[in-house]
């Protein structure tokens, strides 16, 4: 094994292992959450004079169903368990996108090209736990039914497009380095730079949905 590789191999495990403690600890907050919210609709269509299942809004708690809304068979059980990893996997791709971004940042602007040998491993992870990311994403919201308010279907496409953009960008990185030319740099910085920008727009869409529109409120 070569250096440069051997440094990318240890960037990406490092990367790993400090991405799943805390993406498994935002889960548990996010359930958490989740049921505070549960209770608090529940409280406002109690006074309504409405049920809580009628009150809560399509796809938005997958983890707190209503007992005669279980899933039954085996096909349906599994898809609704596939689709509650997506919390947890999700982080995975965002961290590992970030992290290339900045040490392509970093390398160009402090001139050191060794900061960039970590990148080509990190973008390829990345752009597979992106796809596996927007899989359970996909599973835990369901198919498209029509019902989809507007934050959900911005969530749903733009994830989408963020593992589509993840892979253009895995790609191009290839690419480039196969032919080192100043064209495919550009190329490769663009796809970059677009899947980031992404990335931090469903972040904030994915916030408003577990936590409501004020969670980033000073």
Known sequence: MTRSSSIAFLVTLALLFSSATPALGHEEHEQQARAEEAARQAQVAAAAGVTATDAMPAGMDHGSMHPSQEPRTFVSRLYRWLGAWHPAIVHFPIALFMVAAGLELAALALRRQVLRQGTRALVAVAAVS????????????????????????????????????????????????????????LLYASLLATTVAAILINAFLGGVLTHGAQHLAF
């Open 130 to 185: 992106a796809v596996i990311a927007a899989t359970m994403g996909w599973f835990a919201m369901g198919l498209p039914s029509g019902q989809d308010d507007v934050t959900h279907a911005w969530h749903r496409w733009l994830g989408t497009a963020v593992a589509v953009f993840g892979l253009l960008s895995w790609g191009a990185r290839e690419f480039w380095e196969r032919q080192p030319t100043r064209q495919r740099e």
